[in-house]
């Protein structure tokens, strides 16, 4: 097989940003950073359903230190202008965190999201008909409320817990102690300043406090559009790493060497913050956890769809397309002709996979394109280190007792989380054992950390069965060149921080409540 033909298949969209790595010849450092955007063929031409980023951290909010806080973002490389359709999610789908308690393969917890979009249809009388507007937001008023008037949908969703199974276990509805039901509001996207003048003061009154049944405490639930947690130089690094400084730069400043590619851009994100006991169960005190989403196996597309927001009739047992763990996993690790199957396997399947992860071809296309650098593959086979990386958990950090080999994100719920002003942005590497591996915190730059695993710096500290000379380029500085550290984030809830608007306000003309603000 030919160098390019190794290339084409593993450059992925998250696989790129690694390999622009950079050798240093200066000890290694530790970064924490990743996403998983259209990394499957399939998942690429369902965006709706394409899970980017998952986390899972001790709440690091004063206050909050004994609950766990789940991210899981959905709906990548949202542009803030896309109107007049915005970027709401599926209503015929299931999104689902699940969380294993147990150190098995099989969750023991599923949290399902479901969502309704309820069309008002806002009617103009125009010439004395009455017509329907074609937009979202109907001028009437500011957007400054849950379930306000001045909207022409209204996204709402609803959740459940489910204790077993995921199909088929004991499911109940998670109660929205604001309300005393269990309905939820969604803000509408950030369409723009004159639509929303203060759309973080909006979006926080869509912070809904929680009870879920046989839990005890309060959590709380938001889900809305955040701007894209996810930092990296991805043009350049699709075009065969096609770096534009000199890598004989690398050595000063490169963490902070390109733009972030994705600034420009949000996503749809599902944040629980639930106690600590209530995801533990009293098993142990460390627990791992994925997100999903599923549709239904039969879609049909009608020729003259009806009236409404959907055209579609879909029927038939829910399918799983979409999977999110531990991140680059699909994008960097699984081979190409396997990334359909992936995202829609379990992982009690993962057996079917060990071969990606103990024979990963990664480090040898980074061989291949930087081997005159100095960078050379481990040498360890099978890769028992990248085993407890990304398939049991790092002994004396997040391993469970009993633990069956499975990809998911592990979490010791008992060491204590880091404020975020101590926060090594490379996580365990870094000296900080809250981090990255040890779950996942929005500031870990897992792109870097990654990259350094997959170069063997765990055979450099002798963990995970191999040793120092099992990695002759182990210590070597790779970095894609995109920084990232927990000041590009909120120290509270939800952490992520506001989308991007679609307009700033240049509103000239027509007086709005706002003009007198």
């Known amino acids: 097989m030919s160098a ?7 450059f992925r969209r998250a696989l790129l940003p690694m390999l622009i790595a950079a050798a240093f010849t200066t000890p290694w450092a530790q970064p924490v950073h990743a996403s998983s955007h259209r990394e499957a063929p399939f998942i690429a031409t369902q965006p709706q359903l394409d899970a980017t980023d998952f986390y899972m951290f001790r709440s690091y909010e004063p206050g909050r230190q004994a609950y766990v806080t789940i991210v899981a973002d959905y709906l990548p490389l949202q542009a803030p202008y896309g109107g007049p359709n915005f970027f709401k999610l599926d209503p015929n789908a299931l999104y689902e965190i699940h969380i294993v308690n147990d150190g098995g393969a099989r969750e023991d917890l599923t949290f399902r999201f479901r969502f309704q979009n309820t069309l008002a249809d806002n009617q103009l009388v125009v010439g004395g008909k009455k017509v329907s507007i074609p937009i979202v937001n109907n001028g009437t008023d500011d957007v400054d409320v849950p ?9 709402t969703f609803t959740l459940d817990v489910i204790r077993g199974p995921r199909r088929g276990g004991s499911k109940l509805g998670v109660i929205n102690s604001a309300t005393g039901g269990n309905v939820f509001d969604k803000p509408v996207d950030n369409i723009g300043e004159k639509t929303i003048s203060n759309y973080e003061a909006y979006a926080s009154k869509h912070f809904w406090p929680i009870v879920v049944p046989g839990c005890a405490g309060t959590g709380r639930v938001f889900v809305g559009q955040r701007k894209d947690p996810f930092v990296v130089n991805l043009g350049e690094v699709f075009d065969l790493v096609n770096i534009k400084f000199p890598v004989t730069e690398l050595k000063k400043g490169a963490e902070h060497a390109v733009a972030d590619v994705l600034a420009d851009a949000n996503v749809t994100s599902l944040i629980l913050e639930l106690p600590i006991a209530c995801l533990t169960e009293g098993k142990g005190t460390i627990i791992g956890g994925w997100t999903t989403a599923s549709v239904p196996a039969s879609r049909v597309v009608s020729a003259t769809p009806a009236s409404g927001l959907d055209g579609t009739t879909q029927t038939g047992d829910y399918v799983q397309v979409s999977r999110l763990g531990m991140p680059l996993v699909n994008e960097v690790v699984v081979g190409l002709k396997d990334k359909n199957r992936f995202n829609a396997s379990e992982p009690k399947d993962d057996g079917q996979f060990a ?9 040898a296309l980074l061989e291949i394109l930087f081997g005159d650098l100095g960078v050379k593959a481990p040498t360890n086979f099978p890769r028992t280190d990248l085993v407890a990386a990304f398939l049991t958990g790092v002994d004396g950090l997040n391993k469970p007792t009993g633990v069956t080999a499975s990809e998911m994100l592990r979490l010791n719920t008992a060491i204590p989380p880091a404020p975020a002003a101590k926060q090594s942005r490379l996580g365990v590497l870094g000296g900080d054992n809250a981090g990255f591996p040890n779950g996942r915190r929005p500031g870990d730059d897992v792109v870097d950390i990654e990259l350094r695993v997959a170069m063997g710096v765990l055979c450099t500290l002798a963990i995970g069965g191999c040793t120092p000379a099992d990695a002759p380029a182990g210590t070597l500085h790779y970095t894609d060149g995109a920084y990232l550290d927990s000041t590009f984030f909120a120290a509270k809830f939800p952490y992520l921080r506001t989308p991007l608007p679609g307009s700033p306000n240049n509103e000239k003309g027509r007086k709005s409540p706002r003009s007198d603000d």
């Open 147 to 155: 379930a306000s008037t001045a909207l022409n949908v209204r996204e």
């Open 4 to 10: 390019l033909s190794i290339r084409q298949p593993a």
């Open 355 to 363: 071969d990606y992860v103990t024979n990963p071809t990664l480090p």
